[in-house]
């Protein structure tokens, strides 16, 4: 007989990937607000005698925590207190159908119709559209207690607790958290610097570019989102939010500089990190500067006069010298002279440079028009109504089981459903997976708990510890959530219910029963949900940047102003942060899914590597190189353009070798070199 080698039995990759623990710091003040939201209501219903009362309005505050996710003030009052309402909503339209059978079956059915569409609106949206479906079904389906209007206003005044406690230090703490995500933008930035002039060997070197650029970029997104966002909200002309936005636009010449440094390997001083990090203290104090004078600003506010700077002001915190000695490059120089303008932007913004970053960025009032159109545009979006019909269709099947088969606890079965299949939280098949995954795990805790504490006061200390396992686990992972939250709305149940230890096992088999109608009704019987949409949104990300490279070069002065140029390099690293949130979602997807979306990664990050050349390319030009004739940049444009066709158009993206005519020697030499190798990439359509 052969020696047969026995392998090892493993987990497959994308399990593996879905229940690696993210990496993320532990939000003690959340920690701190859901153990008192969750437990101080459930005290007070047990002193007043009234403790299902007192778990109604932590089921609310339980809401409330996990939708405190913002960061900014303004931004938490609309992720908690809008939600709320819904949810109020949603308990009061499923009051109204309980135990009435298959009218309770049509109304739910229904809402989770509009549940489902809401939730492709936005982030706000998706939440409220979230409380409402979820609310709803423990209407129709848990006897409440008191009048019909009780119910709702103790879930509301629960959720708007953790509201009231996330607010607490906004007198004090105004701003904070904008400043924080500039500061913290400032130090990526400084990172990108570190990572484009380092590195032993050329794989090592891009490896960590890459990474440091997806950070800025991250970072950048991120920054922009809270000022923005707080800015629009803002009635009138706020100067510290203008001076934010005035800051983040300061670094857009660092950005643009660190590829220069990178695509030539331009080792750049490590003055220059430092003096960024030096500039990210000053942001996050909220410094002006050593005497808040203002500097001298050109393109960019890299140029300029430099002999009528003044002798004191935010030049000398930098400590570095006026100009960069030899033998140092065009692109420590652009990175230098970027830098003087960032410190200058932080001793006194220029009024006019704030105008010009407005509308560089989209005027406040741009957002809340994008926000009325993309509602309207939901009732005839086509993605919108596969969505909500995929949602509707699983809970009404949820419902018509249950109402057809004797299921305790039934609505756990609709309440699974509704937190799987959600399109903004993931993959519905890992989600499905990690969810039962995390229940069994939560189960556990809540089985101790269920069977060795007697109900009455001892229950307001295990609420007030269980829950700061809410938000401490939820960065990690969906099945580190779930098994957090399952021992608490567990505990909770049992307070309404007196069931004990007899919740667990019907728990279990309703979640069970949940994940399985999620995965048959809301996955395998809908082809899209198979295939991953990088193909699409790679071959769209491929078309902006064959018009960024005409807007970088070409002859419009409207098209090329370094706004112009601003606005469009933003927008195309944002979309490929957005490619990048896709390919990791579908990773944890099961073969063939996970496997061919793998496949498109070498050609994401050629792309981002283009969009780097280019402006690498256009730095070089402000910088005295000899800029590349009209040919030249139509011949890389229509070769990238012909490569988004190739994209949309075939299953296999076959290899075409890209054939260039200009001189060797021409600026877009690299850029060309990029190009050339995307279209050498092979990958499978997803």
């Known amino acids: 007989m052969r020696n047969r080698t026995l392998r090892p039995l493993t987990p497959p990759d994308w399990l593996v990937r879905s229940l690696k623990p993210q990496p993320a710091p532990v939000p003690w003040a959340a920690v701190a607000r859901a153990a008192i939201a969750m437990s101080l209501p459930l005290a007070i219903g047990t002193a007043a005698g009234r403790p299902t009362y007192g778990a109604l309005a932590a089921m609310g505050a339980l809401s409330g925590v996990i939708g405190d996710t913002a960061d900014a003030y303004r931004m938490r009052i609309l992720n908690i207190a809008v939600p709320q309402l819904f949810g109020a909503l949603g308990v009061t339209l499923g009051a109204l159908v309980f135990g009435h059978g298959w009218a309770a079956v049509g109304a739910v059915t229904l809402v989770a119709l509009v549940s489902g569409m809401m939730s492709t609106i936005g982030a706000v949206a998706s939440v409220s559209g979230l409380l409402l479906l979820l609310n709803s079904v423990i209407g129709a389906g848990l006897p409440l207690p ?342 608490v709305i567990l505990l909770l149940s049992d307070v309404l219910n007196h069931q004990g230890f007899g919740l667990v096992v019907p728990r279990l088999v309703d979640s069970l029963i949940g994940c399985a109608i999620a995965l048959i009704a809301g996955y395998l019987l809908w082809p899209e949900s198979w295939h991953t949409r990088i193909g699409d949104r790679l071959a769209d990300a491929v078309s902006d940047t064959a018009r960024y490279v005409e807007c970088a070069f070409g002859d419009d002065p409207e098209a090329t102003a370094p706004a112009a140029r601003a606005r469009m390099r933003r927008r195309l690293y944002r979309d490929l942060s957005d490619i990048r949130t896709e390919f990791q979602r579908a990773l944890t997807e099961p073969p063939p899914t996970g496997a061919r979306a793998a496949a498109w990664w070498p050609l994401v990050v050629a792309v981002e590597r283009i969009v780097d050349a280019t402006t690498a390319a256009r730095v070089r030009v402000r910088h005295g190189a000899p800029g590349p004739g009209a040919g030249e940049v139509a011949e890389v444009s229509r070769q990238l353009r012909e490569l988004a066709e190739g994209l949309r158009e075939v299953e296999v993206l076959v290899p075409v070798p890209a054939a260039f005519t200009g001189p060797s020697d021409s600026v877009l030499e690299p850029l060309r070199q990029e190009v050339g190798a995307a279209r050498a990439v092979a990958s499978p359509r997803g």
Request: aromatic letters at 6%; charged letters at 20%.
């Open 146 to 487: 008191g009048q019909w209007w009780l119910a709702p206003a103790l879930m509301t005044s629960g959720g708007l607790l953790v509201l009231a406690l996330a607010l607490l230090a906004w007198p004090l703490r105004s701003g904070v958290p904008e400043r924080a995500a500039v500061a913290a933008t400032y130090r990526s930035v400084a990172a990108l610097l570190e990572a484009a002039g380092t590195g032993d060997g050329s794989a090592d070197r891009h490896a960590a570019y890459d990474k440091a650029r997806a950070d800025v970029t991250a970072s950048l997104n991120q920054a922009y989102d809270l000022v923005l966002a707080r800015r629009a909200r803002d009635h009138g002309r706020s100067p510290d939010l203008v001076r934010l936005i005035a800051e983040l636009n300061a670094i857009t010449p660092v950005v643009e500089a660190a590829p220069a440094a990178h695509q030539y390997g331009e080792k750049l001083p490590p003055e220059l990190a430092a003096a960024m990090r030096r500039l990210a203290e000053a942001v996050a104090r909220g410094k002006r500067g050593a005497h808040g004078e203002p500097g001298a600003h050109g393109e960019h506010g890299t140029g300029g006069n430099r002999g009528d700077r003044p002798a004191h002001n935010a030049y000398l915190d930098l400590g570095l010298p006026d100009e960069l000695p030899q033998p140092h490059g065009a692109a420590a120089r652009a990175v230098h002279h970027a830098l003087r303008h960032a410190a200058d932007t932080l001793a006194d913004p220029d009024p006019l440079t704030v105008i010009h970053a407005e509308d560089r960025l989209g005027r406040p009032a741009a957002l809340r028009v994008r926000a009325r159109r993309a509602t309207r545009n939901v009732v005839l979006s086509g993605a919108s109504w596969r969505y909500g019909l995929r949602l509707a269709l699983c809970i009404g099947i949820a419902q018509s089981l249950v109402s057809l088969i004797d299921v305790p606890r039934s609505y756990w079965v609709a309440l699974t459903i509704t937190f799987v299949l959600k399109p903004d939280f993931g993959s519905v098949f890992s989600r499905a997976v990690m969810r039962a995954i995390g229940t069994a795990a939560g189960l556990v805790v809540a089985a101790a708990v269920l069977s060795s504490v007697e109900r009455g006061w001892w229950d307001v200390p295990v609420v007030l510890v269980l829950a700061t396992l809410i938000p401490a686990l939820t960065p990690r992972g969906y099945g580190y959530q779930t098994a957090a939250i399952t021992p």
